[in-house]
Structures are given as C-alpha cells and as structure tokens.
C-alpha cells in the first residue's frame, strides 16, 4: 500500500487540509506523550495543546469539509476520575488530574461539537499501550528490568490493564466498519487485567531477567518514593513519576477498564496476551539490532 508523509505543524491547516483530502477515514492519534504524562501534575495546558487541541481542532475542520466517512480520536484513559471504582466504564467520571489528561479531555470536547454538526466521528480511550515500535512504556520497563530490587505496594498483587498494539489498531479499525460505533466512547484495554507481579513473572521468563521484588505498605512506598524519585528518573526515565502522589495511588489499587460496550457494538475481541506481546516486542527488538 502506497503511502504519502506530509510533515508539518499543528497550526498549518493547509498542510492538514492536503493531508485529509481525498481520506475515507481519519485516525488522530498525536500526542505529546511520555511513560510518565498521565502521572505528572503542574505542568501546564500549553505543553499538550498543540497536538491536543490545536491539531485536533485542524483535523476535525479538514475532516469535515472533505466529507470523510469516519475520524477516529485515540484519548485516553487518563480523563477518568483517580477515584473511579474498576472496572472502569465509558460512563465513569471524567475528572483528570494530569494535564495531559485534562489536554485530552477537552480536545474531545472539541470531537464531539463537529459530531453534532454532523461529522461522523469515534473516540477510544486506550490504557496503556505497549508492542513493537513502543517508544514510551516497554523501553521504560526495561530499565526498570535491571534493577536488583523493586519494591511493590502490597507485593503487585494490584490487577493493572495493558493493551497491544495490535490489538488497539484492530479496534480503531472496527470503528470506522461500524455504523453503531458513530458518535460513541470506547475503551480500548485488554479486558483480561492482571496482577502486576505476575507480569513480572512472565518478563523473567522470557528474557530470564526481572528486579527482585518485595512488598511494602502504600505509607512505606510513599516514604521510598520521596527518597528515591531521582534515582527512578535517572534509571528509568519517564517511570519516575509512577513515584508521584498519582504514581503511588495508582499503583496501590486495581486500575482495569470495560470493555464490554466495545465487545457488544463492534464484536472486538483482543488476540494477544501480555506474554505473547512482550515476545513479539522483544523479537522486533533484536531483530532490528541483528539488521
């Protein structure tokens, strides 16, 4: 399949325009992202707005005056409430405390005013992502791999939802094929969370490598994490802020998300387990170092 790169900005809509024009479907998937975004507060609006809300307000306006048949916006789960009870439906409060997460909850603010102007338009909100190419969350996770000892609230008994890659696309996908997917919220997630001990438990298998663990109560690992943040962002960059108030309360509980609506109207069903992901990351990986 033939593919054209027009390399812009955010702000220049006739780059934008050039780029839609002729498009059946629009995917909008930019972010200024990093492992740790969803975790950091105080950062200010300004360092999302450009692909949130500025290149997301071009595309909604090239979408529309080309008539395309479908625009796909990747948010996030990071708009729900820090509170909200797992599994996590569409419907739970919508109360980000990251600015990036308040970035993507206002850009689909934005989705859903050129949907009821008549713009056919999706929003998914993935968890985290991870697979071949990931530039965020597995190359953080293996620094993190090489530690010799990793303390874990609770012992990582937590249940915590991860999504391949391959997976998510297959659900971006399905929205644009389905007329019952227009004008909805979908979680894009695994809907098989797991222990994150045990995840652990598989990276060592695979790679015969993973930090030694032990459990501390959520007031010992605050008490850690205030001691050791910047050793976290020196060793693993990005995973540091998992150290942060937000970090340690999402880490001390279970955090997994529904999926059920997206099972019912698009029949999505996710093919790759964490295990089987982390193989094909790992053998894309060596694969690209032998080349």
């Given at each position: 399949?033939?593919?054209?790169?027009?390399?812009?900005?955010?702000?220049?809509?006739?780059?934008?325009?050039?780029?839609?024009?002729?498009?059946?479907?629009?995917?909008?998937?930019?972010?200024?992202?990093?492992?740790?975004?969803?975790?950091?507060?105080?950062?200010?609006?300004?360092?999302?707005?450009?692909?949130?809300?500025?290149?997301?307000?071009?595309?909604?306006?090239?979408?529309?005056?080309?008539?395309v048949r479908r625009l796909v916006y990747a948010s996030s789960v990071s708009v729900y409430s820090l509170n909200a009870a797992s599994p996590i439906a569409e419907s739970a409060p919508l109360d980000p405390v990251s600015d990036y997460g308040r970035s993507k909850l206002a850009a689909e603010g934005r989705v859903r005013a050129y949907q009821q102007q008549g713009l056919p338009t999706v929003i998914l909100r993935p968890c985290i992502i991870y697979g071949p190419r990931d530039r965020h969350f597995l190359p953080a996770a293996m620094r993190l791999a090489q530690l010799p000892l990793l303390p874990l609230i609770d012992g990582g008994r937590n249940l915590i939802d991860l999504v391949y890659a391959g997976d998510g696309a297959e659900l971006m996908w399905k929205a644009t094929q389905s007329d019952a997917a227009v004008g909805k919220v979908y979680n894009a997630a695994s809907g098989a969370p797991r222990p994150l001990r045990e995840l652990l438990g598989d990276y060592r298998q695979l790679t015969g490598r993973a930090p030694r663990t032990c459990a501390m109560s959520a007031g010992a690992f605050e008490r850690f994490a205030r001691l050791t943040h910047r050793y976290w962002g020196r060793y693993a960059p990005g995973l540091e802020s998992l150290l942060s108030p937000v970090g340690v309360s999402y880490m001390g509980r279970d955090v997994y998300y529904d999926v059920s609506r997206a099972r019912s109207d698009l029949d999505y069903a996710p093919q790759v387990n964490f295990k089987q992901g982390v193989a094909l990351t790992l053998a894309y990986v060596g694969n690209r170092a032998a080349a």
């Open positions: 399949m033939p593919v054209e790169i027009v390399t812009a900005n955010a702000t220049d809509r006739a780059a934008i325009r050039q780029a839609v024009a002729g498009s059946h479907w629009v995917f909008h998937l930019a972010s200024d992202f990093d492992a740790g975004s969803a975790f950091r507060t105080g950062e200010g609006l300004e360092k999302y707005n450009e692909a949130d809300l500025h290149l997301t307000e071009g595309l909604l306006l090239a979408s529309q005056e080309a008539s």
